[in-house]
């Protein structure tokens, strides 16, 4: 998750990226939290929803982002925002609540983060994450094809996540020694897009910034405009505008929350 990340440009979709922070915090049974982590916090929109739901709780939100976490800062000084990267944090003392809203995708090693997260928790601590598991959908394999049809393959392929979440069992087995109970499912988003190329809007915030910020970069200046240009006409035939010019866009994440 390196380079510049745009708070503006992420939360232009932020009521469709709430919905599903609001689905996952309302399915946390724990009435009392007094130390609260939100990992991946981003601008903060959802930590606020979090020291309200628990406001006596010590809150700390962590996020790579400098720009993230100054907009985060800007809109709630009187949360602790630390920067630091999610998947190697220390925590100091056992946590009651560990919170994660889209992020933890981002991270390699689920074989051992998620277990290092369990480990972490108090006794009754809950773990509660939601990633998106939309990386068999259009959206992200025309991605990957376009990645790999151009000159630019060499350089873009290596960066690519094509699967980073597992099964809704995979993660089921690895936990189940752990925690007392787990919850786990998955939904499917029906998102009502409106605007020019808006699939391709939500992508450039997330899983198509980091090839976007490679192609930036690279010595080959035309090929970032031929990549989206490329990118932008299949994604029109695969999410074609409806009757009334909006766009439907589905979307699926994976929801966990396990209890220690």
Request: hydrophobic share 45%.
């Amino acid at each position: 998750m390196s380079g510049r990340w745009n708070p503006e440009h992420y939360l232009k979709f932020a009521d469709h990226r709430m919905r599903p922070a609001l689905d996952l915090m309302e399915r946390i049974n724990i009435p009392d939290a007094k130390t609260l982590y939100d990992l991946g916090c981003g601008p903060g929109t959802v930590t606020r929803l979090l020291a309200e739901r628990w406001p006596g709780a010590d809150i700390i939100g962590v996020d790579q982002s400098p720009q993230m976490l100054a907009r985060a800062a800007q809109e709630a000084p009187d949360i602790q925002w630390l920067e630091g990267d999610i998947d190697s944090w220390v925590f100091e003392v056992p946590v009651d609540l560990i919170f994660s809203n889209a992020a933890l995708h981002w991270c390699d090693d689920h074989q051992n983060l998620f277990p290092g997260l369990m480990e972490n928790l108090a006794t009754g601590g809950v773990l509660a994450v939601q990633m998106p598991k939309n990386h068999e959908a259009p959206s992200h394999t025309l991605m990957a094809d376009v990645a790999r049809s151009g000159p630019w393959a060499e350089l873009l392929v290596p960066l690519m996540r094509e699967a980073p979440v597992w099964s809704a069992a995979s993660y089921y087995d690895l936990l189940a020694t752990q925690a007392r109970s787990i919850d786990i499912w998955e939904s499917q988003y029906i998102h009502i897009l409106e605007g020019a190329d808006p699939v391709f809007e939500w992508v450039r915030g997330t899983a198509l910034k980091p090839l976007l910020d490679a192609l930036e970069g690279s010595q080959k200046a035309h090929w970032r405009a031929e990549f989206i240009d490329d990118y932008k006409q299949r994604l029109r035939q695969a999410y074609p505008q409806r009757s009334d010019g909006r766009t439907l866009f589905s979307f699926r994440r994976l929801f966990l929350i396990a209890v220690r």
